[in-house]
């Protein structure tokens, strides 16, 4: 990976932390400890944004409230 790829994938995940709590961005970093990745943010309009993250296999997906917990079973589906 080029120094100007990790730049434009620090930017992008920037922009997909923009907005989200601090509690979430601690459960956030915890998770990619255990190789966890921010895959995107749903943003439905006049609500809280809603970050979605998979595991390193893409088998499983959660989403971190805003408190900061964990929802594995969030009442949507992730198209494939």
Same mark, same amino acid.
Request: charged fraction near 25%.
């Given at each position: 990976?080029?120094? +100007?790829?990790?730049? &434009? ?7 997909? /932390? #923009? ?23 749903? +943003?439905?309009?006049? &609500? ?7 595991? /390193? #296999? ?23």
């Amino acid at each position: 990976m080029s120094a +100007r790829e990790r730049r &434009q994938g620090d930017a992008v995940g920037a922009q997909l /932390r #923009k907005g989200l709590t601090s509690q979430q961005l601690a459960t956030l970093e915890t998770m990619q400890q255990f190789g966890w990745v921010l895959q995107f943010v749903r +943003r439905p309009l006049f &609500q809280p944004p809603i970050p979605v993250v998979f595991d /390193r #296999k893409r088998e499983r997906y959660a989403v971190v409230e805003a408190d900061g917990t964990i929802n594995e079973n969030p009442g949507f589906r992730i198209r494939s």
